[in-house]
């Protein structure tokens, strides 16, 4: 099995507003070793976003770790897609914001959204697991052909993507 990261949205982290990634052309998956841009572009954030996002994964709380990421008056939302090359696409959504409780900042999930679509014309996503904080629900959604090792599969590839990163020399972006 193949996965490569097909695209990645960050919104109102650190400095980035609005941000798109997408590592693929009309003619294909690029083949991306690096990122690289000017003083403040958001390398970094992108790879804070992916340590953020294999934490999730992982089931962990994020705690005060990431409340620097942003500021109070914001909703942060990032959204990664990967690819299992002729077989599907995958999709990670999450909303969250700062809070701070009993006098300690901290990150509240506001929801958490992985979907999937086969890699065919006009397939559509179909939601798998849904998480909404504010109504205290998550919804499993039970599929067939193999979509519920997709959680599975999303953080292998993701401890793949980011023990690879940070071998190559960190968060020492630029």
Not at 13 to 27: A, L, M, P, Q
């Amino acid at each position: 099995m193949i996965q490569k990261l097909k695209s990645i949205i960050i919104e109102n982290i650190k400095n980035v507003k609005y941000g798109e990634i997408y590592f693929e052309t009309s003619e294909g998956f690029l083949n991306t070793t690096g990122i690289y841009g000017q003083n403040g572009s958001g390398k970094t954030t992108v790879i804070d976003v992916l340590e953020m996002i294999k934490e999730l994964i992982q089931g962990k709380k994020l705690g005060s770790k990431y409340s620097g990421l942003i500021d109070f008056e914001e909703i942060s939302k990032v959204r990664i897609e990967t690819e299992i090359l002729n077989e599907s696409i995958n999709r990670y959504e999450i909303v969250f914001k700062k809070v701070n409780i009993e006098g300690k900042d901290s990150i509240e999930i506001l929801s958490e959204t992985l979907s999937k679509k086969l890699n065919k014309k006009y397939q559509k996503f179909k939601t798998i697991i849904e998480f909404l904080s504010r109504e205290k629900t998550i919804s499993i959604t039970q599929v067939k052909n193999g979509f519920q090792s997709l959680k599975l599969k999303f953080f292998s590839f993701f401890m793949f993507l980011y023990e690879n990163l940070f071998n190559f020399g960190g968060k020492g972006c630029g």
